[in-house]
């Protein structure tokens, strides 16, 4: 996930949809009188098709899609959902293959086979999304389908990650028959195989999810059905849980409503459970801005901007300073930023800009979304704007866009500098730095590094045992550091709140940070 935030394109021009199933599709096992689950947001897909998103959108996509891997609660490796079995039939790591369940189906009965597998990731390449999932595929040569249950894949160099790639949403299987060969789907509608189907659609308000009654995998639903609601801002949502309009909160917590809700929970009926994550936020430099494109001006602001300050003052230590943009907790993880800069300096950061030639105060404008990461995030960039003009050395103007829009415009190069977050695709340090570099990249700006892309990663990749690509990892942090295109904010925690109707709460973050929503039920009725 995400962050994987990326550009995507429009949603059908149809605002509203309701998706009509089958006789039969869709079923339940519980009660006919059962509720579904509510659970508020303020991460509302950008789109409904995979081969266009490499971004918030999987956090449906887990629930209403199927790939050949997942996860299963608490699980630290990938294991087969759609597939029955999957392996590098290899010494080399270059030749993949998965093994299909049998009797698979998609939500509206049609057959899942293998063409339909093949058929799902021959389409993320040829749409090739500007900032789509194509880029987590740069290892993949070919796919090919042998009889109707066993697909290989064919890989252009080793890549022990691939079977990781394999669990994000990006490669959820969709059926031929409705998702093009060229072009994304356009009607505004799923076929999926997943554990849940889109029985109703808002966009950027509601999603309602139902049990799939032809799904086959490792998801156990405890509930019979899900409401996804979407909001704009998170003292909304917050107001909405507490008036329990909704049952559950995940994505878009502020830091204070955070604290309130951990300080009252016994007395107002509430629960908060803290998932540890590797979620990262950070600020992204534009090369083509004559400014942000200064390894100088780029220095300065890494040696200028508090985070410590930050985490505390702002985001009320439920985030820590983070020096990386490797995060704490994975292979690895140094403290590059810190070993460089040290603690915040004026004097050193002017240092940095008269050595440059660079005397007067540099005017930057930083753009931040303004419905994406909760309610804290524009105080978060107040308090960056006031730390970098109280060092007299920098101008700073403040923009902000919602989330739509904003991915447009950084993926058309239009802000000098602006900030992302970032929740892993998967869980392994090569997400940290792929994503980010190369022409085809999750930032819309290129970002050239021969080291890493043509050196560094290739060999991390050949490495089966990933605990043994700390050098690889390390050399390629040094180079994020010394260019400083990329400076790291901090390292968050996912919270998950509710009321204490609802049960499945330690259960429900999966290792990419994603909702998966069928480990939520009612206390009462289970």
Known sequence: MFIRN??????AAVASISVLAGCGVFSSDASGDEKPV?????????TLDPAASWDNSWELF???YQTLLNYSPGASEPEPDAAENCAFTDSSSTVYSCTLREGLKFSNGDRLDAKAVKHSFDRIRSINVNGGPAGLLATLDR??????????FHLSQPDATFPLVLTTPAMSIVNPDEYPADELRKDGRISGSGPYGLSSYEEGKKAELVRNGNYKGIADRKNSAVTIRYFQQSDEMVKALKDKQISVIYRGLGASDTVDIEVNQKAEGLQLVANPTTEISYLVFNPSDPWAAKPAVRKAVAQV???????HNIYKDTVEPLYSMIPRGLVGHTNGFLDDFGTPSVTKAKSILTEAG???????????????????TKPAFEELK????????????????????YVEGYQKGEYPVFGRGWFPDFNDADNFIAPFVGQQNALGTPYDSPEITGKLLPQSRAESDRAAVADQIVAAQRILVDDARLVPLWQGKQYVAA???IAGLEKVIDPATMMVMWELSWKTAW
Do not use: C, H, M
């Not at 901007?305 to 985490?311: E, F, G, Q, T, Y």
């Not at 005397?359 to 931040?368: A, I």
């Open 386 to 405: 006031r730390q970098l003009e109280a060092s007299e050395l920098f101008t700073v103007t403040l923009k902000s866009r919602p989330w739509k829009t």
């Open 305 to 311: 901007i508090d985070r410590p300050a930050l985490a």
């Open 499 to 501: 009321n204490e109707e």
């Open 6 to 11: 990326r550009y995507l394109p429009p949603l």
């Open 38 to 46: 509510v659970v508020g947001t303020t991460s509302a897909p950008a």
């Open 143 to 152: 796919v090919q389908a042998k009889g109707d249950r066993e697909v290989v």
């Open 358 to 376: 660079i005397t007067d105060r540099v005017p930057l404008t930083l753009w931040y979304t303004s419905d994406r990461y909760g309610s804290t």
């Open 62 to 64: 887990r629930n209403v």
